[in-house]
């Protein structure tokens, strides 16, 4: 696929996700995809092959909670090759992004993003997301990070008491949302749908109680 190609897709996904993304926007959003495949075929960073399932499994996904996102500083955690941190701080250069992670070579990788895209809104951190002294974030975002019950007990202490979790799951997880303790209210499970993908995606959103 020719990036003139996947730009259409990514234009035409973001119309239906009803965000206004600039032809400046898309282009970084491809120079991301484009560093990532580079970086891939060293650091294995995604199983994905091609462009064009990049930008519908990477970005658009990613870019579709972009509607439910507070105002105000967001923690990505767990967040690999920068998956929903990246393509979020694209479309919200006004809001403040921490992307963590405790792998170095996904690090590596994340500042790598920030230079070449020139993104002064992004913060990158090396560590456990367990290890980060105490915050107020007013939101936290995941993607395929880990069971609920367990991103909520290694993250309560990095998020305000009005702010929200935001993780991102593929079916609707059941079973993990009947095992929360005490303390945290399911706030809404979000059918999400992605332009062009074929599979079940939700968003859960949970808050203190």
């Known amino acids: 696929m020719t990036d003139g190609e996947s ?7 973001c119309e239906k996700l009803s965000i206004k993304l600039s032809l400046k926007d898309s282009d970084r959003l491809l120079q991301y ?22 930008v519908i499994k ?9 509607s439910f996102l507070p105002s105000g500083t ?31 070579k996904r690090v590596a990788f ?16 090396h560590a456990r997301v367990e290890q980060l002294p105490s915050q107020a974030f007013e939101a936290i975002t995941s993607r395929a990070f880990s069971s609920l019950p367990e991103m909520l007990d290694v993250t309560k202490h990095l998020l305000s008491n009005k702010g929200i979790w935001m993780a991102m799951k593929g079916q609707n997880p059941v079973s993990e949302l009947s095992n929360l ?20 995606r939700h968003l859960v959103r949970i808050s203190k109680h």
């Open 7 to 13: 730009k259409k897709i990514l234009l035409s996904g």
């Open 33 to 54: 995809l484009n560093l990532m495949q580079k970086w891939n075929r060293t650091h294995n960073l995604t199983a994905l092959p091609t462009v064009d399932e990049m």
């Open 58 to 66: 990477h970005l658009l996904d990613s870019l579709s909670i972009e």
């Open 74 to 104: 967001v923690l990505d955690i767990g967040s690999g090759a920068g998956l929903p941190g990246v393509p979020l701080a694209v479309v919200r250069p006004n809001q403040q992004f921490t992307l963590v992670d405790a792998s170095f």
């Open 110 to 125: 994340l500042r790598e993003v920030k230079r070449r895209l020139k993104l002064t809104n992004i913060d990158v951190i």
């Open 181 to 200: 303790k005490d303390g945290f209210l399911v706030e809404a499970v979000d059918v999400l749908h992605v332009p062009g993908l074929d599979a079940e």
